[in-house]
C-alpha cells in the first residue's frame, strides 16, 4: 500500500461547533490505531495555522459548521495535500449537499449519525482514493436516464453553459462578465434552466444535473460498501 497509511498513523483533525459531535469524533478516531487524533477547532484562523503546524492528513468538517463549504474550499486552496471528508446531517438534502460538497473539493462524504466503521473508511478511502462517498448518500445521486426531468424541454447550449458556471460558483454577474452578457439575461438563463429541471433553487439544479448526467461525476467502484474515485 502507498502513501501516508503505510508509513505512519494518519493524523485528523476536525471542525465542528458541536460539543457533542467533538467528543464523539475524539473517540471514534482515538480509538483507531491506524488514525492519530490531531484535535478539535471552531475557527477557521485555528484550523489554518493546525494545517500549517502540523499538516494533518485529513480535516473533517461538520457541514453544518461551514454550511457554504467555504472553510472546504479555502483549505483544499492552501493545502493541496489535505483530504476533506463532510460530515452532512440527516436533516438535510443529501443528494443536494453531496454535490455541492464534492464542487467544493471535498474528499469524502459521510453522513454524521453514520456507524464509526463507515467514517474510518471515508478518512482512510479519502486519502488513499481520492474519493470516498458513504453508500446510502452515492445511491442518491446515481445517474438518471440524460434528458429525465426536463419536462420534454432540453436545455439550450447556453443554458448548459450557465448552469456549469453556476456549478463552479459564479454569482449571476460574474457569469455574466465570463458570457459578456448582461446579468439580467443570466438570471433569466437561471429561470428558465431552474424550470426545465424542476429544481428548487440553484444547488438543487447542481444535484438534479449530476443525476441527469449533465454535468459529469464519476465514482468507480472500490473496496466494498463505497464508491471512490482515484484523481487524474
Known sequence: MDGPMATRPLRVALFCRNPSLR?????????????????????????????KSDCPDVLVIDSGS???????????????????????????????????????RTSGIVGVTARPDRLRVAIRGAVQFGRAVEPRTEASMIPAPRGCGLRGKPLTAKELEVLQLIAEGLTAEKIARRLSISACTVRTHIYRLLRKLDARDRAHAVALSFRMSLLSMHHPVGPPGYRFDRPN
Not at 487524533?37 to 494545517?51: D, F, R
Not at 472546504?72 to 440527516?90: E, K, M, R
Request: proline content about 7%; charged content about 15%; aromatic content about 6%.
Open 23 to 51: 467528543k464523539n469524533m475524539e473517540a471514534i478516531v482515538v480509538g483507531e490505531p491506524d488514525l492519530r487524533w490531531m484535535g478539535s477547532l471552531e475557527g477557521v484562523g485555528a484550523v489554518i495555522s493546525l494545517c
Open 66 to 104: 461551514d454550511p457554504d463549504w467555504k472553510l472546504c474550499l479555502v483549505a483544499t486552496g492552501l493545502f493541496p495535500n489535505l483530504a476533506v471528508v463532510a460530515l452532512l446531517h440527516d436533516g438535510s438534502p443529501h443528494p443536494v449537499d453531496a454535490a455541492w460538497g464534492l464542487l467544493h
